[in-house]
C-alpha cells in the first residue's frame, strides 16, 4: 500500500540518529540529504510498517518515517500490521496518555539522540516517490488535504477488499 508520510504517526518520543543494522554507520540526517541531491530515492527502504489504531496510521518505523517526513517524500510503502499489540514500542505508546496526546499533534517531531541536522535544502526541484509510477504528480502541484484524505482511504478500502 502507497500513502503519503505526512498521514502516519510517530510512535516515540525519542529516535536515535543512526539507522540499526546493517546500516549502524547510517546517520538519518544524510539519507535525507541523499534522497533531496537525488542520490537515494525512497523506493530504496523498506516499507515501514504500520498499524492502524483509534483512527490513525502509525509507524512502527519511526527512523525512517522520520527521514521521509524531512525529505518531503508524497508517497512512501507500507505495510499493514495487524500484530501491533505484540510490539513493545506500541505497547508503551498506548498505555502512556501524556505521550499519546503529545505524539498525535500534526505538528510533532520525536527528539534526536545524537548530533544530527535539522534542515535541510533541496538544491534543485525533484519528484520524490517511492514507488515507481511514471504518472506521478510534479512537486508544483501539491496535493489539498482532501485529495490526501481521499487517497489514504482508498489505499485502505483497495487493502480491506483484497
Known amino acids: 500500500m502507497n500513502i503519503d508520510p505526512a498521514t502516519l504517526l510517530f510512535t516515540q518520543d525519542s529516535i536515535k540518529n543512526t539507522f540499526q543494522v546493517p546500516h ?3 546517520r538519518i540526517d544524510d539519507a535525507v540529504d541523499a534522497i533531496l541531491q537525488g542520490k537515494l530515492t525512497a523506493c530504496a527502504f523498506p516499507a ?3 498499524v492502524s489504531y483509534e483512527g490513525h496510521l502509525w509507524s ?6 522520520w527521514v521521509f517526513k524531512k525529505a518531503k ?3 512512501i510503502s507500507v505495510f499493514l500490521s495487524s500484530k501491533y499489540y505484540f510490539h513493545r514500542r506500541f505497547q508503551e505508546l498506548i498505555t502512556d496518555p501524556a505521550l499519546m496526546n503529545r505524539i ?19 538544491p534543485v ?9 511514471h504518472s506521478a504528480r510534479s512537486e508544483d502541484e501539491p496535493k489539498t488535504f482532501m ?3 481521499a487517497g489514504l482511504l482508498a489505499a485502505i478500502w483497495k487493502y480491506v477488499m483484497s
Open 104 to 122: 498525535r499533534q500534526p505538528c510533532y517531531w520525536p527528539r534526536v539522540r545524537g548530533p544530527c541536522r535539522k534542515k535541510f535544502h533541496s
Open 24 to 26: 549502524e554507520d547510517e
Open 60 to 65: 512502527l518505523d519511526n527512523r525512517r518515517l
Open 48 to 50: 515501514i510498517r504500520v
Open 73 to 75: 517524500v508524497e508517497t
Open 147 to 149: 485529495q490526501k484524505v
Open 125 to 133: 526541484p525533484t519528484r520524490r516517490y517511492a514507488s515507481h509510477d
